[in-house]
T-cell receptor, first 113, second 114 residues
């Protein structure tokens, strides 16, 4: 079945470091791909998305590119801030007529000042 | 804009007690969902409602029931709470829009069953 695998955390970085959180997926066809972020004590909110191959989603300095050939959607940011500390979820919606979101396990990011 | 509102935010139950978690959305979305979040397991779908008047089981439905009261409201009921149901519960809603279907989440309900 459809699934999402993302790198285990926690990831600990110093402020201004480069961030990569790996995400790969299993799905037929061309699913829509998403990154959600969860700040402490809050629900999930959409960070960025891409709906077709080679699309790049971007928001708040974060980017991810839909790579069909490697079935990946890695999240990157050039310079992280303490305020980026959160849990990040990679997710997909299959394109087979479905609408339910399938989530990865989440990756916790700690950014130290 | 309220978005998705869940109540209560926190709850402690004794084993065997029942309770209902409430969820309402004001975005006129057709689809609503209940997830639970446990450490290291991400979000798992409990039940969902594709549209008003329909409900279906998700990945982990045992021990839960749901009611889609109207287009706005979707409640989750624990009939006889068990310690294994200690978790953070999230309600979400979505609708089909051009370019993909984004889900909107409530703030969560932290439930402890003792």
């Amino acid at each position: 079945g459809d699934s999402v695998t993302q790198m285990e955390g926690p990831v600990t970085l110093s402020e201004e470091a480069f961030l990569t959180i790996n995400c790969t997926y299993t799905a037929t066809g061309y699913p829509s791909l998403f990154w959600y972020v969860q700040y402490p004590g809050e629900g999930l909110q959409l960070l960025l998305k891409a709906t077709k191959a080679d699309d790049k989603g971007s928001n708040k300095g974060f980017e991810a590119t839909y790579r069909k050939e490697t079935t990946s959607f890695h999240l990157e940011k050039g310079s992280v801030q303490v305020s980026d500390s959160a849990v990040y979820f990679c997710a997909l919606i299959p394109n087979t007529g479905g609408f339910k979101t399938i989530f990865g396990a989440g990756t916790r990011l700690f950014v130290k000042a | 804009n309220a978005g998705v509102t869940q109540t209560p935010k926190f709850q402690v139950l004794k084993t065997g007690q029942s309770m209902t978690l409430q969820c309402a959305q004001d975005m006129n979305h057709n689809s609503m969902y209940w997830y639970r979040q446990d450490p290291g397991m991400g979000l798992r779908l409990i039940y969902y409602s594709a549209s008003e008047g329909t409900t279906d089981k998700g990945e982990v439905p045992n021990g839960y029931n749901v009611s889609r009261l109207n287009k706005r409201e979707f409640s989750l009921r624990l009939e006889s709470a068990a310690p294994s149901q200690t978790s953070v519960y999230f309600c979400a809603s979505s609708d089909v829009i051009q370019g993909g279907t984004e889900a909107f989440f409530g703030q969560g309900t932290r439930l402890t069953v003792v």
